[in-house]
């Protein structure tokens, strides 16, 4: 109540002086009917002015700001991709054993339309992501992370990830599994049980990365096409994917 005191206290001051001022006019005037006549037109106006300033340009505004801040977050989700995000799929893609079902569906080419993305989206979502730690290097996949762990933890920083839910899963995810692989002194010689939490929690990373990476490059092919076409380029699926253009 007191943080809008001076509020309410201003709006009594403001009511009294348009009352004083339409007080002078009548006693200068002495004209009630015109007073009356103004006054019922601005308070019908005042309807059409909240409709125009709370409703249509605020809406404007507000989207616009949304398109600043989406701008912003997929700048820190196309940083985080660029520093961590392809070479960890990459990584994990290789610990799965059917990733052969869905490798050349994720060839992402230039010829693709909004339809086919979102049909892969909906195909990536009953995919059944398996891994197996004994396809690939659980000790690189360790100092990896523990290497990015601070670029990591600069991204969580960032309040405006706070519009971006699916994305702040994914890094908290990451850290997480970050974290596991870190405390354990020997990752190649787990417990059946703790290899098998360890498996869970890169199936969950798995799972949201390539989800994640999908929706990034609808939006790159959407907004821009030089990152686009290098995204292409560095495909993680692409077994023959170079950055070279050829």
């Known amino acids: 109540m007191k943080k809008h005191k001076w509020q309410i206290l201003l709006g009594?001051?403001?009511?009294?002086?348009?009352?004083?001022?339409?007080?002078?006019?009548?006693?200068?005037?002495?004209?009630?009917?015109?007073?009356?006549?103004?006054?019922?037109g601005d308070i019908a106006f005042v309807f059409i002015e909240v409709l125009l300033v709370t409703m249509i340009i605020h809406e404007i505004l507000v989207l616009r700001e949304k398109k600043a801040l989406m701008e912003?977050?997929?700048?820190?989700?196309?940083?985080?991709?660029?520093?961590?995000?392809?070479?960890?799929?990459?990584?994990?893609?290789d610990l799965d054993p059917d990733v052969g079902r869905i490798r050349n569906d994720l060839i992402v080419t230039d010829r693709w339309t909004l339809r086919e993305f979102t049909d892969m989206a909906a195909r990536l979502k009953t995919y059944t992501y398996e891994v197996d730690l004994r396809r690939g290097d659980l000790t690189s996949l360790k100092q990896m992370l523990i290497k990015k762990r601070e670029f990591l933890l600069r991204l969580l920083e960032n309040q405006n990830l706070l519009e971006h839910d699916t994305f702040t899963g994914l890094l908290i995810a990451v850290f997480h599994l970050t974290e596991e692989l870190a405390s354990r002194t020997d990752v190649k010689n787990l417990s059946p049980?703790?290899?098998?939490?360890?498996?869970?929690?890169?199936?969950r990373v798995y799972g949201l990365l390539i989800s994640e990476w999908l929706h990034y490059?609808?939006?790159?092919?959407?907004?821009?096409?030089?990152?686009?076409?290098?995204?292409?380029?560095?495909?993680?699926?692409?077994?023959?994917?170079?950055?070279?253009?050829?």
């Open 12 to 40: 009594v001051i403001l009511v009294f002086l348009s009352a004083v001022f339409y007080l002078v006019h009548y006693f200068i005037f002495r004209d009630a009917h015109h007073i009356f006549i103004y006054l019922i």
């Open 72 to 93: 912003k977050l997929n700048m820190v989700i196309g940083s985080f991709f660029g520093e961590v995000g392809k070479d960890l799929l990459k990584i994990l893609s």
């Open 217 to 246: 490059m609808i939006y790159l092919r959407e907004n821009y096409p030089y990152l686009f076409s290098f995204a292409m380029r560095t495909n993680p699926f692409d077994l023959e994917a170079t950055p070279e253009i050829k």
């Open 193 to 203: 049980p703790d290899m098998k939490h360890i498996t869970n929690d890169i199936k």
